[in-house]
């Protein structure tokens, strides 16, 4: 028994340390961007991978490789939870085959569904079940990393292939501002989460008002309002533990449609969390491009941004703590749990998995759930958000040092027009004019042979 759940844990540590290695391989292509900055000739070929010419395109992270890595990361670890769960006992209402009913219940759990028809029993099996459903977490959040990587990875190849093919500036300017005191707006969102608020509130004030005069059954029962909110909130964050069911043909089907727009509504946050990120890497970018003259400025803006972003994260989390703190304090001195089924049921609520053989069952213990339920599956989300965005910014003030770093000798090559490695001002005012579009090379090269043809007329007097 031991022997399994010490495997189960070491399954979760190597998780765990996939991911980490995931978010070290963020910061270590971060590193290497910035590092880069100091040897021109290996900056180039580092970020353009092999590029041939002037015209090849910066490749986008490829989904495949990552969807079936991770794959097996999750076939082994239903291997490993089915072979620790198998040993361990699980109630159920009715029960087919022993393997197969471990198997519905480790599925059940990692994807936070939690019917709550086969549930764990003995503290082992509890805080195994903890386990799983934060694993499943960790899925979840592996899958919103990987397509926030790879939207971000496709959105900058544009930008990155602008940059480094100088001789079509004019390309670049297309995708930017007018001129380098414009700089494209980022998203807020404070404005859209005061409108979700207000459609939520709505949503919630119509819920109750509904699902007041319908029937609904419970275990235990006490306030009608009070139940009737409870019921909401549970429906609508996907927690649904089962203590509260609803009766009868229009009441199921006023469920079904509180269900579907609770996963609305994370849906909605979802979009507005991949836009946010999108918006705010994309005005970076253009303010590293039109403002090369501030490069003190963009650098300090660059540091705050990842310091602002560590400290939401870092905030968060302990707000995400103490959630869990209070939870598990309140359901073990009011609701007169033990402190390990008060700390089950708290990361199952928090995780919206919600089996229901534990639930709060008091009058002030369901005033509290209310409350505490919206709190903590909100604040879960926002984990993961700002988890992304330090990321994200991270990487983006690396982004921004290589940008606007200075003009080195290898990236004027281009600029000797005599083939004598020595660059003049003059050829480095005709190679900017060439860069920003204001001229073209068959215009060069007509100037270069009307001053071969004067110089050879007048036999080099006065010509350099």
Known sequence: MHVLLALALALALALVLCSASSMSDHFASARRLRQSRSVPSVRTQRILRGAKDSNDHVPV?????????????????????????????LDGQVKTDHLLDVVYFVVVTTTTVGYGDII??????????????????????????????????????????????????????RFGAKDSNDHVPVQKLR????????WVLAYFGVATLAFYHLNLDGQVKTDHLLDVVYFVVVTTTTVGYGDIIPRGDTAKLLSCLSVLLGMGIVAQFLSTMITYLADKHQSDLYRAF???????????FGKIGIHRAKCKFLSVLLVLLIFMLCGTIFLWKVEKLRFVDSFYCTVVTMTTLGYGDISFSTKTGRIFAVFWILGSTVCVGQFFFYLAEWINEWNQRCLIKLVTARMAYMDLDPAHLDG????????????????????????????????????????NQGFA
């Open 420 to 459: 004598d490695h020595l660059v003049s001002a003059a050829e480095y005012i005709v190679y900017k004019l060439k860069d920003m579009g204001r001229i073209r090379q068959d215009e060069i090269t007509i100037m270069l042979h009307e001053f071969e043809d004067l110089r050879a007329w007048t036999l």
């Open 61 to 89: 992270q490829k989904l495949r490789p990552t969807i079936l890595h991770a794959a097996m990361w999750v076939l082994a670890y239903f291997g490993v939870a089915t072979l620790a769960f198998y040993h361990l006992n």
């Open 290 to 300: 039109y403002t090369r003259s501030k490069l003190s400025e963009l650098m300090r």
């Open 191 to 198: 404005p859209t989460i005061l409108h979700a608020a207000m």
């Open 120 to 173: 764990p029993r003995g503290d082992t099996a509890k805080l195994l079940s903890c386990l799983s459903v934060l694993l499943g977490m960790g899925i979840v959040a592996q899958f919103l990393s990987t397509m926030i990587t790879y939207l971000a990875d496709k959105h900058q190849s544009d930008l990155y292939r602008a940059f480094y093919t100088r001789s079509k500036l004019s390309e670049l300017m």
